[in-house]
């Protein structure tokens, strides 16, 4: 998804003020407006040293923007079916039940989503959990005199969070909450059987599909009680960034599979339609000419295909421009064509991860998915908390036995959070000016100019993978 000032967060299932300390806006989950409270589960000391001793994340840079590892214990309820007679400590034993518990477990960790943009304490030090977290179930009890069973786990990520975040320099401890039982939260946001609004998430984004990346306990209104959340405590560890490195210029310019040209394929999503009034066609048509003002020659000028070039020396670009429906097939099968390219660049709503998702992709288009594994390329993902849904899927396709990690042969810009239309052609200009014009900045110059491009509308873009990167263009 993109995110629009008409609305504050525009997401397509179909197809910032003053900074402030986090000190000074986190909210304990024992605060929580009505009572009980929620009980915190808070990170053991002796899995705090098992983490500490895992292997470290890969470094990376973001202008306005952190990683940090968080790792934490809580608990879910899970509803006993009528007829389960065995023993509740062994319920992880059962295939069935561990499975289920496992998806539950998911489901409720989905709603950190919400919880890390829309919760007081973070709406000005936003933040996202990856999608490659470590769980471990650790056990199982029976919840006294109700027919659950309280499963406790373990969490490990790699997040990001917005840099103020972490003002001080060190760790910073955080509090939030999650719904105890993700299969009744939804309907507990309802004030009475008869209410057709959830008063606990966004009034237009109102359904049950929506509600874990919109949810907020703390809304006025909201009747969701205490006793429906567990309180997490955690810290988050902040991660060294990456310092001069650079994309592998000499691979893009050079014989990288498509002879002397670097190949640019730019895909854009419409929000809604094909109209002039589309925001998704007005960012196509911005940095359409965006590109033209800064010098690139235009060869194809159609409402919804552009080709552009430009001559840097004796190296050449071309910049390949299309206006698609990213619910489409035509969509699936342009993404599939174009991840083959030196570079490319998609900018639109990421559909809570289904537009670009591999497997969507591969179903739709009808094509295998096969990245070249040899060939150096740079994948851009302008849409909302593309960190989450677009990076290490991307990585994994580039895995090979010379390059376990898939981080040799890809570097991918990704956004931590809602990325704005309104700035979008902007974005995606600086980046490309930056990396085709001939000039070689670095990974961190290029990241500066598109954090500059994005201005207020930060989106919390950072680049992946960088660290095995050259040291000089």
């Known amino acids: 998804m993109k995110k629009t000032f008409l609305s504050a967060l525009l997401l397509s299932l179909a197809g910032a003020a003053q900074a402030a300390g986090f000190g000074d806006l986190a909210i304990d989950a024992s605060r929580l407006k009505t009572l009980p409270a929620p009980e915190t589960a808070a990170l053991a000391p002796e899995l705090s040293d098992i983490f500490s001793a ?21 608990y879910l309820h899970y509803k006993l079916p009528a007829n389960y007679t065995g023993a509740v400590s062994q319920l992880l034993d059962n295939p069935y039940h561990r499975q289920k518990i496992t998806e539950l477990a998911d489901l409720q960790l989905q709603h950190m989503y919400g919880a890390f943009t829309m919760h007081p304490g973070f709406t000005d030090n936003p933040g996202i959990p990856s999608g490659d977290y470590k769980l471990t179930l650790l056990g199982a009890q029976k919840v006294p005199n109700e027919p659950y069973a309280k499963i406790s786990y373990s969490y490990d990520d790699v997040v990001v969070f917005a840099s103020r975040m972490f003002s001080g320099g060190g760790s910073v401890r955080i509090n939030f909450v999650l719904p105890k039982d993700p ?3 939804y309907a507990s946001g309802f004030p009475s059987p008869s209410s057709r609004v959830n008063r606990c998430t966004d ?6 599909g929506d509600f874990w990346y919109f949810w907020n306990p703390y809304q006025d209104g909201c009747p969701i009680t205490g006793a429906e959340l567990v309180g997490v405590q955690t810290d988050l560890k902040p991660l060294p960034m990456t310092r001069g490195t650079y994309p592998e210029y000499a691979r893009l310019y050079g014989d990288n599979g498509n002879k002397e040209v670097l190949q640019v394929s730019y895909l854009v999503g419409v929000d809604e339609n094909f109209q002039s009034s589309d925001l998704g066609k007005k960012t196509f048509n911005d940095a359409f ?8 020659r235009v060869t194809v000028d159609e409402a919804r295909r552009k080709q552009l070039t430009y001559n840097a020396g004796p190296k050449r670009t071309h910049v390949q421009m299309l206006l698609l429906d990213p619910n489409s097939v ?16 998609y900018d639109g709503h990421s559909g809570l991860g289904g537009y670009l998702n591999p497997e969507r ?3 739709d288009s009808g094509r295998p998915l096969a990245l070249p594994q040899n060939k150096y390329q740079i994948f851009v993902f302008q849409g909302c908390s593309t960190y989450a849904y677009y990076n290490s899927a991307f990585f994994r396709l580039k895995k090979s036995a010379a390059d376990p990690k898939g981080t040799r042969n890809l570097d991918i810009i990704t956004t931590g959070i809602g990325a704005a239309f309104d700035v979008g052609a902007k974005v995606d200009t600086a980046f490309i000016t930056s990396v085709t014009m001939g000039q070689k900045p670095s990974w961190q110059t290029i990241l500066d100019r598109m954090s500059a491009a994005e201005g207020e509308n930060t989106a919390l873009t950072h680049i992946n993978g960088d660290e095995d990167n050259p040291r000089a263009p």
């Not at 895992?54 to 809580?74: C, H, I, L, N, V």
């Not at 009034?203 to 049950?208: D, G, I, K, R």
């Not at 035509?330 to 660049?345: N, Q, T, Y």
């Open 361 to 363: 992709l591969m179903e």
């Open 289 to 296: 000419a965006g590109l033209k003002a800064a010098g690139f």
């Open 330 to 345: 035509e969509f699936a099968k342009e993404a599939v064509r174009g991840m083959k390219s030196d570079i490319f660049i």
């Open 203 to 208: 009034e237009h984004y109102n359904s049950e």
């Open 54 to 74: 895992a292997e470290r994340p890969a470094k990376w840079y973001g202008r306005d923007s952190r990683q940090a590892r968080m790792q934490f214990t809580a």
């Open 183 to 185: 299969v009744t939260i």
